[in-house]
């Protein structure tokens, strides 16, 4: 289970959301949605450890946990299976022939990376994640650049694969998914003004 007691985080030292509470079970989802600007990206990047909150905790297995943001973290000089193969060799994890079939990739196998269409090179590095392993996923607009084939591929995969298997997934879309998951509106935990926080933290 993921549990998140009281969070309250920052954006370059400013508190932007104060008293986050939320519990996802195993083989669940929550989708995040609000305003751009509101704050979903930093409560992402706080619940992965990628920066520290300025109150409250986020408690799951932390050698568990992945996140994936807007860029498709791909290298462009090699080739679509030499980045999958450098991920599943990074985690340990065996690299499966399904991934290239659950993604499209098929054809793009031996394809380099930098040649590939802006949706081609999303689904490339959303592909990562069923190569990493992690059961725990915060994924920010992990549908940027796809039609709408492909958000389908990549939503049943994550239903039928990732949320089938145990896994949690909070996500952050402005798009319907077509999954059977709770919605949370981060605008009712807004920080106010008079939140404290520090000021020596670095622009993440």
């Not at 939320?22 to 990206?41: C, E, H, S, W, Y």
């Not at 791909?74 to 991920?87: R, Y």
Request: charged share 20%; glycine share 12%; hydrophobic share 45%.
């Amino acid at each position: 289970m993921l549990r998140v007691q009281n969070l309250t985080c920052a954006r370059g030292g400013v508190p932007v959301l104060s008293g986050v509470s939320f519990d996802v079970a195993a083989g669940q989802a929550l989708i995040l949605r609000g305003p751009n600007g509101v704050g979903k990206t930093t409560l992402l990047r706080t619940l992965a450890g990628l920066q520290p909150a300025l109150a409250g905790a986020a408690d799951y297995p932390q050698d568990q946990g992945a996140y994936a943001s807007h860029a498709d973290g791909i290298k462009t000089a090699l080739t679509v299976t030499e980045n999958l193969a450098f991920w599943a060799d990074v985690h340990g994890t065996i690299l499966s022939d399904g991934i290239f079939a659950t993604f499209d990739l098929v054809d793009l196998r031996d394809r380099m990376a930098g040649t590939l269409s802006a949706g081609q090179k999303r689904r490339l590095g959303l592909a990562r994640l069923g190569v990493i392993g992690r059961k725990v996923l915060f994924l920010d607009e992990p549908t940027v650049s796809l039609d709408g084939f492909s958000v389908r591929l990549f939503a049943d995969w994550l239903q039928n694969t990732h949320l089938a298997g145990g896994g949690i997934s909070v996500i952050a879309t402005h798009i319907d998914l077509g999954l059977a998951a709770p919605e949370l509106d981060l605008t009712p935990f807004k920080a106010a003004p008079d939140v404290g926080g520090g000021s020596d933290e670095a622009f993440l």
